[in-house]
């Protein structure tokens, strides 16, 4: 298995990516779809239990009420513009048609498809890269919130895989393992932000960490951020930063967990 992703120099491999998850990855989806149709001057409102690709027409991306970027057939609404705040998705045109997969399912389908994990990273790793252009440009007045911070002494779950969660957290002294089906798929690093995907889209944690040593851990709750990413906008760089990093870490990970075990691999999502 190709483990090296180099797609996050590359942004514009984005759409050749999203077309190849859409036309190769998501015919083997056998759960939950949805159809939605989005009028002209509509808004598709995402909760985080789908999601969402576009099967014909168009619909624009606004952050702020702003246009950014028009999406069209085989674009996928992906997790990365729900790190920015104020991001909705208005039907232009004729309106646009789109296709809704349960996230839940989706990540099923990861854990039991390697290819499909690898092309998914691949195409978080490429649309940070792209989209933190555009959303660092945005200007948005914000008071930031204070943190909390939260102590958790060795061996303690500091988050729990497959539970549904709305905290984000950000490691600021100490040292924890990231645990995925029982294997140790990662490590969090002195202040990196983990925690955040499935807070932003909804989705139930893919892996759990587990505190080595004491380690103590400054705390958001999902609104307050957002907040933050307002009036910080160079933490969305750090944030999407760190995401391609684990993401990166773990595919490396998974294929010597192949080659160690063929009896049993153990496969790992998305924090």
């Avoid at 009028?39 to 985080?48: K, M, Q, V």
């Avoid at 349960?102 to 690898?118: M, P």
């Avoid at 729990?160 to 490691?171: D, I, K, M, N, S």
Wanted: net charge negative; charged share 25%.
């Amino acid at each position: 298995m190709e483990t090296t992703l180099h797609w996050h120099h590359n942004p514009r491999e984005l759409e050749t990516l999203s077309k190849r998850f859409v036309e190769e990855v998501l015919p083997r989806f056998s759960g939950t779809v949805r159809q939605r149709f989005v009028p002209a001057g509509e808004t598709l409102e995402l909760n985080g239990s789908c999601l969402w690709v576009v099967r014909d027409g168009q619909i624009d991306v606004l952050v702020n009420e702003r246009p950014i970027e028009s999406l069209k057939a085989q674009s996928v609404l992906g997790p990365w513009f729900t790190a920015a705040p104020g991001v909705s998705f208005v039907g232009v045109g004729d309106g646009c048609h789109v296709v809704g997969y349960d996230n839940g399912e989706i990540s099923t389908l990861f854990r039991h498809a390697d290819s499909a994990l690898h092309l998914w990273s691949a195409m978080v790793t490429a649309s940070a890269a792209k989209y933190f252009t555009l959303f660092s440009t945005l200007k948005v007045k914000a008071v930031p919130p204070p943190p909390t911070f939260r102590t958790f002494s060795p061996g303690e779950v500091i988050i729990r895989e497959g539970e549904f969660a709305h905290e984000v957290l950000c490691l600021v002294d100490g040292d924890a393992d990231v645990i995925a089906h029982g294997a140790k798929v990662g490590k969090i690093k002195r202040e990196e932000i983990f925690g955040a995907l499935a807070a932003l889209t909804g989705a139930p944690r893919m892996a759990s960490v587990v505190a080595n040593k004491t380690t103590t851990c400054m705390v958001f709750e999902r609104d307050d951020f957002e907040d933050l990413l307002r009036s910080h906008t160079s933490l969305m760089s750090k944030l999407f930063e760190d995401m391609a990093r684990a993401m990166h870490e773990a595919n490396a990970n998974i294929a010597r967990l192949e080659e160690g075990k063929k009896d049993g691999v153990k496969r790992w999502g998305l924090i």
